[in-house]
């Protein structure tokens, strides 16, 4: 009885000890004519606690310049590498002798995330597990297979389901991701999810930026007081119809415009990221699981002018001058 308490509580302030060192994350984009040297960008996410970062594609500017920097790193392959990828173990080789083994461990690469939005935004859907497989194989080969988690990115539509509970993966994508889910479950790998209630939500913005104070989604014993969580249980409920219900999930973009429409306003704006860094480094997890920290990477570091105009130019935090565009609490 006495090992068993003392086992509890070792586990227990091990928890708690994770939980405080947890840190939000961004997407660092370089669609920008202005944007500050890389040097400076390391020093600024260290200045404000940010902990991850996720780059769309090597870029070895930034990999070099985030070495000893203790800041996680999320490489993507970017989508228009994943045909030649898929189709050659050569060039798959060739990428990660290229972009991570140089790096890596002095850059804390965590993760490569093959493609973004491949099933559901572009026609590459069929190199995607392909590409995967031969990036796992590449990293196997480096014996970095142990280190390093290869996955890739989805929008939120690959599923849709409503109450949460309902959710499933659309008969587009499901053939795909029978196949895409065993490859995860096989090596480990969490299932990545861009997560917007900026573009879901329908009327109740209070739900889409945490500030309600009550339920407003019952889905039989589960009560939901905001979107975010109630989309991020929708892909779990997802994954567990196709039989895998214990796959982590990593939120790898999400936020709202401070700009460009009408509810893009920095008040929105700054109150969605606040709330959402408040959220997802407590341990409320979400109803389908709670008591866990969500990795979560916020959608993004700066604004980028070469975006497309309108709300893909606000989303920043910063401004290129590194100014913030609204105060952030990055450590609440």
């Not at 970095?144 to 939120?156: C, E, F, M, P």
Request: a neutral charge; proline letters at 5%.
């Amino acid at each position: 009885m006495a090992t068993n308490i003392i086992l509890t509580v070792c586990i227990a302030i091990f928890c708690c000890s994770i939980l405080a060192g947890a840190k939000i994350g961004v997407n660092y984009g370089m669609d920008g004519t202005d944007l500050p040297p890389v040097d400076q960008v390391v020093a600024l996410m260290k200045s404000n606690n940010i902990g991850k970062m996720r780059i769309f594609q090597a870029n070895r500017d930034a990999l070099k310049a985030f070495a000893n920097s203790g800041i996680d790193v999320i490489v993507g392959v970017g989508n228009n590498e994943l045909q030649v990828i898929s189709s050659s173990q050569d060039a798959a080789n060739g990428w990660v002798n290229d972009n991570i083994r140089p790096f890596y461990p002095a850059t804390n690469i965590k993760y490569i995330a093959v493609g973004n939005e491949v099933l559901t935004r572009t026609t590459y859907g069929s190199y995607l597990v392909p590409a995967m497989t031969n990036i796992q194989t590449a990293l196997q080969n480096a014996n970095l297979q142990n280190n390093i988690k290869v996955s890739t990115a989805h929008a939120s539509d690959v599923s849709n389901g409503f109450p949460p509970s309902k959710g499933v993966f659309n008969d587009q994508v499901k053939g795909t991701m029978n196949s895409l889910l065993q490859f995860l479950s096989n090596h480990g790998s969490p299932f990545m999810a861009n997560i917007y209630p900026y573009f879901s939500y329908t009327g109740n913005r209070a739900y889409a930026l945490f500030q309600s104070t009550s339920t407003v989604v019952q889905d039989n014993n589960l009560s939901y007081k905001n979107l975010f969580d109630a989309l991020v249980d929708t892909q779990i409920s997802a994954m567990e119809s196709l039989g895998y219900p214990n796959i982590p999930l990593i939120v790898t973009e999400s936020g709202w415009p401070s700009g460009g429409a009408d509810v893009a306003t920095v008040a929105n704006a700054q109150a969605y990221n606040n709330n959402l860094i408040k959220h997802v480094l407590s341990n409320a997890g979400t109803p389908k699981r709670p008591g866990t920290s969500i990795e979560t990477y916020i959608f993004a570091l700066f604004n980028e002018n070469k975006k497309d105009a309108g709300t893909e130019q606000h989303f920043g935090l910063f401004y290129p001058n590194r100014q913030l565009v609204y105060p952030v609490n990055f450590s609440p």
